[in-house]
């Protein structure tokens, strides 16, 4: 998994409770991204970061914020968790956004987040 | 008109088939066309990256672009079970307004013994 870590893999929480979700990567790749996939809308882009502190908003940031303290890891918070955010949700790395290949995005292994 | 279209199958074939998977995309900026395998509970990993119109090969995998038809493939020769995943295509527009990944929504393949 190119060195990307997810934690925690399975979590079930409740609805209005916060939640935090974290990536961690030892590639030292500039920008990190947070998706969510869900059956019959595939991965959807939520959030990404080009450095630290440096963050911008993907298709649904709605619900989801972000933080970049360090390079290595990039930190995904449900502020009060909704049923609509039962999802599936990948980090991604990338080196890059040049383009070509050092524009490769590198998954994680997922996080499963069931909101009751 | 939706970004990426990718029929979603499930597509079943036996061992040895060749299989063809395919994407249409409406956004002509478009310009690196990528394939990505997810095997099931596991994260998508790339599989195939074509820059531009025309055909790449790796293996039994060929990537195919024909950007006037806005139309790209996914050729697997002599199929086999470890080749059961979902397959997603992936476009992004290098030097647009965030040059993201748009991800199609998969097509899940089966291949049986």
């Known amino acids: 998994d190119a060195g990307i870590t997810q934690s925690p893999r399975h979590k079930v929480t409740e609805t209005g409770t916060p939640v935090t979700l974290r990536c961690h990567q030892t590639e030292n790749h500039r920008y990190m991204y947070w998706y969510r996939q869900d059956p019959g809308h595939g991965l959807r882009l939520i959030h990404y970061s080009y450095g630290v502190k440096d963050t911008d908003k993907g298709e649904v940031s709605d619900g989801y914020s972000v933080s970049r303290s360090k390079t290595e890891d990039f930190l995904l918070t449900l502020e009060s968790a909704t049923s609509s955010q039962t999802s599936v949700y990948f980090c991604a790395i990338s080196e890059s956004k040049a383009g070509g290949p050092r524009d490769t995005q590198y998954f994680g292994p997922g996080t499963r987040l069931t909101v009751l | ?113």
């Open chain 2, 1 to 113: 008109q939706k970004e990426v279209e990718q029929d979603p199958g499930p597509l079943s074939v036996p061992e040895g088939a060749i299989v063809s998977l395919n994407c249409t995309y409406s956004n002509s900026a478009f310009q690196y066309f990528m394939w990505y395998r997810q095997y099931s509970r596991k994260g998508p990993e790339l599989l195939m990256y074509t820059y531009s119109s025309g055909n790449k090969e790796d293996g039994r995998f060929t990537a195919q672009v024909d950007k006037s038809s806005k139309y790209i493939s996914l050729f697997i020769r002599d199929s086999q079970p470890s080749d059961s995943a979902t397959y997603l295509c992936a476009f992004t527009n290098y030097g647009g307004s965030q040059g993201n990944l748009i991800f199609g929504k998969g097509t899940k393949l089966s291949v049986k013994p």
